[in-house]
């Protein structure tokens, strides 16, 4: 019985254990550092819950720093059972990562093709942005699972015409809702979603009612968790002021600067709220002010977020286009290799009607982050949870441009 699952399923027990074996050398070579902020505040969040300091990033003090759902679902059971681990939270995203890639074999098997979802499935696991990610302590590996997750459910939910599936649906979105807030309106976007697909509107009011209703169900707590605490309602979570304020500021070009903030611009309210109220009031004054600069500004986030791979900013840091040779290597890699994946995606989606459901589902969604994160800062990170997503296009370009050399020199 063993043997013959081996046997079965052999391509997708080896993707698995490549991606796991590839980003664990990664964090084995490296010893990975926590380049970002948000890094600490998971593992600190996390770490204060085990030990029954409540869900904080300091004993004691309430806060709503970010969505709870990496650090409760992924960090505060890996710290329960193997301690404060970071080597042991970073096993668990190189696991998070292989189950993605197994389902993009899946997807592809199921919705594309079965070469294609292999071959997006190797993509994915030697992707330089995916490895590097796995070193951070961050909700990148376990929302790209989530996004992955509910795209297969609904593919399958629309095939088979059962609840049972837009329910698992709506938990799924749910959960990704908390673990990135951005992603709870996707809800309005699902019938759309669903009627462009099936072109049947009862289908798609009551089965995106059903997806609506479970992912509000798993996000509520969270919502009735921050009143009973601040007296409020906050849906998401505190600091997304400064994260609009820094999208629409001309000087820095929209992008983030780290925490090397001009002191005059950043320090605010007297509290989180009043915080994040004073920045998006200082973000419309500079919209007012020069709202040409920043539409243009906003035109160009896009390319940053989806053009400039993850882990370029790594490499620059270390030398690349100075004095690293090394790193200069690396980054022109990184770079050359994530455009070329863009472009075999572009060459994918020429083949629209032949795998309409799924390149519905997924222009949709990269439609929908693109235009939520326009007034946000650039950053790169944001795209690597839709990576999987684009790879399965990339992975039948792959195969499409491949077909195409071979019937070539068949008739030359």
């Not at 796995?134 to 509910?150: Q, S």
């Not at 320090?267 to 539409?295: C, S, W, Y």
């Not at 693109?370 to 795209?383: D, S, T």
């Amino acid at each position: 019985m063993f043997i013959s699952v081996l046997r079965k399923y052999k391509v997708e027990i080896g993707v698995f254990i490549m991606v796991v074996a590839v980003q664990l050398l990664y964090v084995a070579l490296t010893n990975a550092p926590l380049n970002w902020f948000d890094s600490a505040i998971y593992d600190a969040t996390a770490w204060n819950f085990v030990q029954g300091d409540g869900f904080t990033y300091t004993p004691g003090i309430p806060d709503a720093l970010r969505e709870p759902g990496y650090a409760f679902f992924v960090l505060v059971p890996v710290y329960a059972i193997f301690g404060h681990s970071i080597f042991a939270a970073q096993v668990a995203q190189a696991l998070l990562s292989a189950f993605t890639a197994v389902l993009l074999i899946v997807i592809g098997k199921r919705f594309i093709s079965k070469n294609a979802g292999i071959a997006a499935a190797l993509i994915f696991a030697l992707h330089p942005a995916i490895i590097v990610n796995v070193g951070e302590i961050m909700t990148e590996a376990w929302f790209m699972l989530l996004l992955t997750a509910f795209t297969y459910v609904l593919l399958v939910g629309v095939e088979k015409k059962m609840t049972r599936w837009f329910v698992l649906g709506g938990v799924l979105l749910g959960l990704a809702a908390l673990t990135r807030m951005a992603a709870l309106p996707l809800i309005g976007i699902v019938p759309v979603v669903l009627l462009l697909i099936t072109r049947n509107v009862r289908f798609s009011i009551r089965y995106g009612i059903v997806i609506g209703v479970i992912s509000l169900a798993v996000y509520t707590p969270w919502v009735v968790r921050n009143y009973t605490m601040f007296d409020r309602v906050l849906l998401g979570r505190t600091g997304g002021g400064e994260i609009i304020w820094t999208g629409s500021y001309v000087p820095w070009d929209g992008d983030w600067q780290g925490y090397i903030w001009p002191l005059t611009e950043y320090r605010t309210g007297a509290d989180f709220f009043e915080h994040d109220a004073q920045m998006i009031d200082r973000a419309i004054e500079n919209i007012k002010q020069d709202p040409l600069t920043v539409a243009w500004l906003y035109l160009k986030k896009p390319l940053k977020i989806f053009i400039q791979p993850e882990g370029l900013h790594f490499t620059l840091e270390r030398g690349a286009f100075n004095n690293n040779t090394f790193m200069t290597l690396m980054a022109i890699i990184l770079y050359v290799y994530h455009c070329v994946l863009l472009v075999l995606a572009g060459i994918g989606m020429l083949r629209f009607s032949k795998y309409r459901n799924y390149a519905i589902i997924t222009v949709c969604i990269l439609i929908y982050f693109v235009i939520v994160y326009l007034p946000l800062n650039a950053v790169p990170r944001y795209a690597v949870p839709l990576y999987p997503l684009i790879l399965l296009l990339s992975g039948l370009g792959v195969i499409d441009t491949f077909s195409f050399v071979t019937n070539y020199r068949k008739h030359t």
